[in-house]
T-cell receptor, first 115, second 113 residues
Framework: QQQVKQSPQSLIVQKGGISIINCAYE??????FPWYQQFPGKGPALLIA?????SEKKEGRFTISFNKSAKQFSLHIMDSQPGDSATYFCAASMSGGTSYGKLTFGQGTILTVHP | NAGVTQTPKFRILKIGQSMTLQCTQDMNHNYMYWYRQDPGMGLKLIYY???????DKGEVPNGYNVSRSTTEDFPLRLELAAPSQTSVYFCASSLWEGETEAFFGQGTRLTVV
């Protein structure tokens, strides 16, 4: 059962453009929504995360927008750079009990930023 | 500070062979996880542990076993390797309290032929 759906599978953006990746979740018990960035040959690394008590979180060029009623969240990369070319995963987890910290990942988006 | 260290980085197994993927972390994290990554499928949780001596199944545990005898180490055992276990395996760890940021190792690329 796929509880987090991510789109698009791949994305090509010109340098300086805006990259947008979307995710939708099903389980309303999720209360932590991170985005991970993965470069080839490396493990995923946390990029930015949000909890459902806020609708937006910004860190530098990276912004998460969160819509609790629609059960959707998205990653926006402003002024995209070639160095942002990587695979991006959205994820979700819930706090409490034995589910604490267990991340459910989306399928991933391969982002390519052309110079 | 090494973080999460996985060995080996690459391995080719023949069908029916067994092996252990090693994972160790030096951050004193209680929680540890094993994920497998397949193209277009994201990462799927195989097993996880909330502390030494405590393990539980994740989404795709069949064909794997784990143990957690110390806080630092969380090895993943493959018995009777099958081609379906060809994948990239990631070990991760996280703190008990606070933000549930997971720190990942660099992965083990396993091919079963």
């Amino acid at each position: 059962q796929q509880q987090v759906k991510q789109s698009p599978q791949s994305l090509i953006v010109q340098k300086g453009g805006i990259s947008i990746i979307n995710c939708a979740y099903e389980n309303t018990a999720f209360d932590y929504f991170p985005w991970y960035q993965q470069f080839p040959g490396k493990g995923p690394a946390l990029l930015i995360a949000i909890r459902p008590d806020v609708s937006e979180k910004k860190e530098g060029r990276f912004t998460i927008s969160f819509n609790k009623s629609a059960k959707q969240f998205s990653l926006h990369i402003m002024d995209s750079q070639p160095g942002d070319s990587a695979t991006y995963f959205c994820a979700a987890s819930m706090s409490g009990g034995t589910s604490y910290g267990k991340l459910t990942f989306g399928q991933g988006t391969i982002l390519t930023v052309h110079p | 500070n090494a973080g999460v260290t996985q060995t080996p980085k690459f391995r080719i197994l023949k069908i029916g062979q067994s092996m252990t993927l090693q994972c160790t972390q030096d951050m004193n994290h209680n929680y540890m996880y094993w994920y497998r990554q397949d193209p277009g499928m994201g990462l799927k949780l195989i097993y996880y542990s909330v502390g030494a001596g405590i393990t539980d199944k994740g989404e795709v545990p069949n064909g794997y076993n784990v143990s957690r005898s110390t806080t630092e180490d969380f090895p993943l055992r493959l018995e009777l390797a099958a081609p379906s276990q060809t994948s990239v395996y990631f070990c991760a760890s996280s703190l008990w309290e606070g933000e549930t940021e997971a720190f990942f190792g660099q992965g083990t690329r396993l091919t079963v032929v």
